[in-house]
């Protein structure tokens, strides 16, 4: 017989790359308090500028939730940001809920979140 859940939740992978002085974390399966230490350890790198590709991720809790707000309140004091992409209706429902995606800017996808990126710094160059 058969109990729910009987394969376990599924485990959460994550891998990173830098695009243009931006680092890329892409996150796949479920963030919860049993899987989120590979993010956490993704997101302590000491990098500025931080993307979450979420395209990939199937659930998240409050764990993937704080995981993010302690990213992003520690990259924002250093003069850094946080940004999320792909972010998939699901997940993005649970962000909207709980207000994250009024303090972490989600974008469609990782093209968008990393183009803002460069109207970001055409802005700041224009400034007088």
Do not use: K
């Not at 892409?26 to 989120?36: L, S």
């Amino acid at each position: 017989m058969e109990t729910e859940n009987a394969h376990g939740p599924e485990l959460l992978t994550v891998a990173s790359t830098a695009t243009d002085g931006t680092t890329v974390v892409t996150v796949t399966g479920e963030i919860d308090h049993t899987t989120a230490a590979p993010l956490i350890h993704a997101l302590d790198l000491g990098e500025l500028r931080v993307v979450v590709d979420m395209r990939h991720v199937t659930f998240m809790d409050s764990s993937g939730i704080n995981v993010l707000l302690v990213a992003h309140r520690e990259l924002t004091q250093a003069d850094g940001w946080l940004r999320l992409a792909g972010v998939p209706t699901s997940v993005l429902r649970t962000l909207q809920i709980v207000g994250i995606d009024a303090v972490i800017p989600c974008y469609i996808d990782l093209h968008e979140a990393l183009e803002a990126w460069g109207n970001i710094r055409a802005d700041q160059s224009e400034t007088p």
